[in-house]
Nanobody
Framework: QVQLVESGGGLVQPGGSLRLSCVAS????????MGWYRQAPGKEREFVAT???????NYADSVKGRFTISRDNAKNTVYLQMNSLKPEDTAVYYC?????????????WGQGTQVTVSS
């Protein structure tokens, strides 16, 4: 089984910074995309950022210039550095790993970590 363990969530003031980490364990093919999604109360889950095994990144417009996604392939770990945080960033953040083997695509999710931006 694949397991994703997240950490780094918490309470931070507007303008502050926070770094999320997600460690993946189990049998995961090296050619994968890791990413972060978030869900605020009463809202649908939304895309935040992804990074491929080749370190190609993609960001939601709302976080461009403020968030940075990175990964350590040797450790199967993905990070999300969040700077200049805003109250609207408040949400549960979920780690995601997507693997594609031949025609089979699988998604794995972490348990989620709460990020609260408030003064």
């Amino acid at each position: 089984q694949v397991q994703l363990v997240e950490s780094g969530g918490g309470l931070v003031q507007p303008g502050g910074s926070l770094r999320l980490s997600c460690v993946a364990s189990g049998r995961i093919f090296s050619g994968n995309t890791m990413g972060w999604y978030r869900q605020a109360p009463g809202k649908e889950r939304e895309f935040v950022a992804t990074i491929t095994s080749g370190s190609s990144t993609n960001y939601a417009d709302s976080v461009k210039g403020r968030f940075t996604i990175s990964r350590d392939n040797a450790k199967n770990t993905v990070y999300l550095q969040m700077n200049s945080l805003k109250p609207e960033d408040t949400a549960v953040y979920y780690c995601n790993v997507r693997t594609s083997v031949l025609t089979i695509t699988r998604d794995y999710w972490g348990q989620g970590t709460q990020v609260t931006v408030s003064s």
